[in-house]
């Protein structure tokens, strides 16, 4: 609507709309040269950035987004946050350099400017016919170089992305550096001409070559471990303007002075391929580009849509076999939120891996759950949540962000609930696939039919069958099965390396087998054996199995595991609750002799760890969501009143887990570890 009114104004008018918006800019800059001091100017800087991290909206979170695919393997969600705060703070002072520094005397510059890498910048200047080539990014002080060109006395071009503001563009964008820079500014649009034929006629030209590859041949090249899109005009610049090609960039400095650094110069492929030189150059250009963001990630452009994929207009001109075009390229899958629900996930998430062997996968889901994911190697990046995202009503809309600035083009869900569906339908995602639960079958596309035959079978094999109806879509066919489905992680050994470690520290043996005891339930205290049963099983493990006993379980559970402790006769039992994370858990676990859980997460995580597992049950009935493995077991307790959806139970004396004494519990034990043997 807006664009509708200005095109209803007329050339008069236009013009003094136009010239008011340069009149304001230039308010702003009048405002920033008055101050004396640069400290005080960049501090300013600093505060509207930290403002636009608070407002931004959409730009924040997408620069956390673009943080997380970047780093995501090395840092946590806090330090990304952290990371992407400073980012919106180097912009703010970056939007102050833009107006102060075209006014710098040269003694300023000769006082601001540190030069690094003067070898190359003389190679590069060196007496010749051959043109030179610098390439730049969005990092660092980019407005910098346009001032050290006056500085240097270096003449030539500079490519830059114009505004529609006429008098912005002829009176601050086209006087970057100052009026003596020696800087002929050239739009970036329709130049490729100009621009090779300024190369090989011996000229210096300056680009932002990270842009991209949306409008002008668009290129796939390796960015962070991700394929992302770049412009190859810039690689046919190098290649047939037969110039030098040199690195260039400008970065603040702690002092408040500036480092140009003039790089080393970047080889160029020439051969009679020319489009695979273009792939090569860009990619070999992205190179250089990274490593300077892994130096300083607080001076990139994170909010810059580097990591989006092809759009619409770009599909056309990628020259894709047209089946596996229509193939998803980046798939974001929805865990679930419960321990026990995503161990049951792992042999349909593998079945993705598998069916999709190109594509990049990213885990959606809890924090907690997330290395998980990863360990089990159900994606290449995670996209996580915790508390501070808000309840079902306000995480989509903060969730958005995150998915949008992740281009997918297809979601899977796992979890049942309206609010992923919901969610990936808020953020355009093409592709939209899960069950029709919850009402939300209006914002599926890819819907999987829930038959009586899936509901009578175990839960993995319901997200087994989402998966076995992804293949039928995309190529027509099921998978025929292959064995039992493997809810097994991977455990590192440097993981068992620090389990070993700990244990051995509160004092546990490895001369003699341990068991884990697991008696929490963090979503219904019904399914909880009783605290004295807990305590009467770890003593006549001691007594009659000379077995150690460690006690497992989230931190809230860490008090009620002190309880049981205080109701033993028997000494030295360990409790690690809330002393490791879901990763340390595992590796526990699978160094036991036998976990003995409630019905939770726990025993499901046993199976993971490729645990013998026993399992108590109660209230609830084992079937379609009982730990699923060879090593899994199961002890029912019997009542009239069995089973309920009670969180706590109603009825004195706990009757259905009464019904499971500690005797009987210890004969099972014994029975399964015979077995075994």
Request: hydrophobic residues 45%.
């Given at each position: 609507?807006e664009?509708?009114?200005?095109?209803d104004l007329?050339p008069g008018?236009?013009?003094?709309?136009e010239?008011l918006?340069?009149?304001?800019?230039?308010?702003?800059?009048?405002?920033?040269?008055?101050l004396?001091?640069?400290?005080?100017?960049?501090?300013i800087?600093r505060?509207f950035g930290?403002v636009m991290?608070v407002?931004?909206?959409?730009?924040?979170?997408?620069?956390i987004?673009?943080l997380?695919?970047?780093?995501?393997n090395?840092?946590?969600?806090?330090?990304?946050?952290?990371m992407?705060?400073?980012?919106?703070?180097?912009?703010?002072?970056?939007?102050?350099?833009?107006?102060?520094?075209?006014?710098w005397?040269h003694e300023?510059?000769?006082e601001?400017?540190?030069?690094?890498?003067?070898k190359?910048?003389?190679?590069?200047w060196?007496?010749g016919?051959k043109?030179?080539?610098y390439?730049?990014?969005?990092?660092?002080?980019?407005e910098?170089?346009?001032a050290?060109?006056?500085?240097m006395g270096?003449?030539?071009n500079?490519?830059?992305?114009?505004?529609?503001?006429?008098f912005?563009?002829?009176?601050m964008?086209f006087?970057?550096?100052g009026?003596?820079?020696g800087?002929?500014?050239?739009?970036?649009?329709?130049?490729?001409?100009?621009?090779?034929?300024?190369?090989?006629?011996?000229?210096?030209?300056?680009?932002?070559?990270?842009?991209?590859?949306?409008?002008?041949?668009?290129?796939?090249?390796?960015?962070f471990g991700?394929?992302?899109?770049?412009?190859?005009?810039?690689?046919?610049?190098?290649a047939?303007?037969?110039?030098y090609?040199?690195?260039?960039?400008?970065?603040?400095?702690a002092?408040?002075?500036?480092?140009?650094?003039f790089g080393?110069?970047?080889?160029?492929q020439?051969?009679?391929?020319?489009?695979a030189?273009?792939?090569v150059?860009?990619?070999r250009?992205?190179?250089?580009?990274?490593a300077?963001?892994?130096?300083?990630?607080?001076?990139g452009?994170?909010?810059?849509?580097k990591?989006?994929?092809?759009s619409r207009?770009?599909?056309s001109?990628?020259?894709a076999?047209?089946?596996?075009?229509?193939?998803?390229?980046r798939i974001?899958?929805?865990?679930?939120?419960w321990?026990?629900?995503?161990?049951m996930s792992?042999?349909?998430?593998?079945?993705?891996?598998?069916?999709?062997?190109q594509?990049?996968?990213?885990y959606?889901?809890?924090?907690?759950?997330?290395?998980?994911?990863?360990?089990?190697?159900l994606?290449?990046k995670?996209?996580?949540f915790?508390?501070?995202?808000?309840?079902?009503l306000?995480?989509p809309f903060?969730?958005r962000?995150?998915?949008?600035?992740?281009?997918?083009?297809?979601?899977?869900l796992?979890q049942?609930?309206?609010?992923?569906a919901f969610?990936?339908?808020?953020?355009?995602?093409?592709?939209?696939a899960?069950?029709?639960?919850?009402?939300r079958?209006?914002?599926?596309?890819l819907?999987?039919?829930l038959?009586?035959?899936?509901?009578?079978?175990h839960?993995?094999f319901?997200?087994?069958?989402?998966?076995?109806?992804?293949?039928a879509h995309?190529?027509?066919?099921?998978?025929?099965s292959n064995?039992?489905?493997d809810?097994?992680?991977?455990i590192?050994?440097?993981?068992?390396g620090?389990?070993?470690?700990?244990?051995?520290s509160?004092g546990v043996?490895?001369d003699?087998?341990?068991f884990?005891?697991?008696?929490?339930?963090?979503?219904?205290e019904?399914?909880?054996?009783?605290?004295?049963?807990?305590?009467?099983?770890?003593?006549?493990?001691?007594e009659?199995l000379?077995?150690?006993?460690?006690f497992a379980?989230?931190?809230?559970?860490r008090c009620?595991?002190d309880e049981?402790?205080s109701?033993?006769k028997?000494?030295?039992s360990?409790?690690?609750a809330g002393?490791?994370d879901?990763?340390?858990?595992?590796?526990?676990?699978?160094?036991?002799?036998?976990?003995?859980?409630?019905?939770t997460g726990?025993a499901?995580?046993?199976?993971?760890?490729?645990?013998?597992?026993?399992t108590i049950?109660?209230p609830?009935v084992?079937?379609?969501?009982?730990p699923?493995?060879?090593?899994a077991?199961?002890?029912?307790?019997?009542a009239?009143c069995?089973?309920?959806?009670?969180?706590r139970?109603?009825?004195a004396?706990?009757?259905?887990?009464?019904?499971?004494e500690p005797?009987?519990?210890?004969?099972?034990?014994?029975?399964?570890?015979?077995?075994?043997?």
């Amino acid at each position: 609507m807006e664009s509708d009114r200005r095109s209803d104004l007329g050339p008069g008018a236009k013009i003094f709309a136009e010239y008011l918006v340069y009149l304001f800019f230039r308010l702003i800059e009048e405002f920033f040269c008055a101050l004396s001091d640069d400290g005080t100017a960049l501090s300013i800087g600093r505060f509207f950035g930290r403002v636009m991290f608070v407002l931004g909206g959409d730009r924040r979170n997408a620069a956390i987004a673009h943080l997380a695919i970047a780093f995501g393997n090395e840092w946590t969600p806090a330090q990304i946050r952290m990371m992407a705060r400073k980012n919106f703070e180097h912009l703010g002072m970056l939007g102050v350099e833009f107006f102060r520094i075209r006014r710098w005397s040269h003694e300023k510059l000769a006082e601001k400017l540190v030069i690094e890498g003067k070898k190359n910048f003389d190679l590069a200047w060196s007496p010749g016919p051959k043109g030179i080539f610098y390439v730049t990014a969005h990092f660092g002080s980019f407005e910098v170089l346009a001032a050290m060109s006056r500085f240097m006395g270096l003449r030539g071009n500079l490519v830059i992305t114009t505004t529609p503001n006429r008098f912005v563009n002829e009176r601050m964008l086209f006087r970057r550096g100052g009026a003596e820079s020696g800087l002929n500014t050239l739009p970036h649009r329709g130049i490729v001409r100009t621009v090779i034929d300024a190369l090989r006629g011996g000229e210096m030209v300056v680009v932002l070559a990270d842009q991209r590859g949306d409008d002008t041949r668009p290129v796939w090249v390796n960015y962070f471990g991700v394929p992302v899109l770049a412009n190859g005009v810039f690689a046919r610049f190098a290649a047939e303007g037969a110039a030098y090609t040199f690195p260039i960039m400008a970065r603040r400095m702690a002092d408040g002075r500036y480092l140009c650094s003039f790089g080393e110069e970047i080889p160029i492929q020439v051969s009679d391929d020319k489009e695979a030189d273009i792939v090569v150059n860009s990619q070999r250009f992205h190179e250089v580009f990274e490593a300077w963001l892994r130096e300083d990630p607080s001076q990139g452009f994170w909010m810059h849509r580097k990591f989006k994929r092809k759009s619409r207009r770009v599909a056309s001109r990628l020259n894709a076999d047209k089946n596996d075009s229509r193939l998803p390229s980046r798939i974001v899958l929805r865990g679930t939120n419960w321990v026990g629900d995503t161990v049951m996930s792992i042999p349909a998430a593998r079945e993705l891996r598998r069916m999709f062997p190109q594509a990049v996968i990213v885990y959606w889901g809890p924090t907690g759950i997330a290395p998980l994911a990863l360990a089990a190697g159900l994606a290449d990046k995670v996209i996580s949540f915790g508390p501070e995202a808000g309840g079902p009503l306000r995480r989509p809309f903060r969730m958005r962000g995150s998915l949008v600035s992740g281009d997918f083009d297809m979601a899977v869900l796992f979890q049942n609930a309206f609010e992923s569906a919901f969610t990936s339908w808020l953020a355009g995602i093409p592709w939209r696939a899960g069950y029709t639960t919850d009402l939300r079958g209006p914002l599926l596309n890819l819907k999987v039919p829930l038959g009586d035959g899936i509901r009578s079978k175990h839960q993995v094999f319901y997200y087994l069958a989402l998966a076995d109806f992804l293949e039928a879509h995309f190529y027509g066919n099921k998978k025929t099965s292959n064995g039992p489905p493997d809810c097994s992680v991977p455990i590192p050994e440097a993981q068992m390396g620090r389990a070993k470690n700990l244990l051995s520290s509160l004092g546990v043996s490895f001369d003699r087998p341990f068991f884990v005891l697991c008696p929490g339930s963090v979503n219904s205290e019904a399914k909880r054996w009783p605290a004295d049963s807990f305590a009467r099983l770890a003593d006549l493990i001691k007594e009659r199995l000379g077995g150690q006993v460690v006690f497992a379980g989230a931190s809230g559970e860490r008090c009620l595991i002190d309880e049981i402790l205080s109701l033993t006769k028997q000494s030295g039992s360990v409790n690690i609750a809330g002393r490791v994370d879901i990763m340390d858990s595992l590796a526990v676990m699978r160094l036991s002799e036998m976990v003995i859980s409630n019905d939770t997460g726990s025993a499901h995580l046993a199976v993971a760890a490729r645990s013998l597992v026993l399992t108590i049950f109660g209230p609830t009935v084992p079937g379609a969501t009982a730990p699923y493995g060879s090593g899994a077991h199961i002890i029912q307790g019997a009542a009239s009143c069995a089973p309920c959806r009670h969180y706590r139970c109603p009825v004195a004396g706990h009757p259905c887990m009464r019904g499971v004494e500690p005797d009987a519990m210890l004969e099972k034990i014994e029975e399964l570890l015979c077995n075994r043997d």
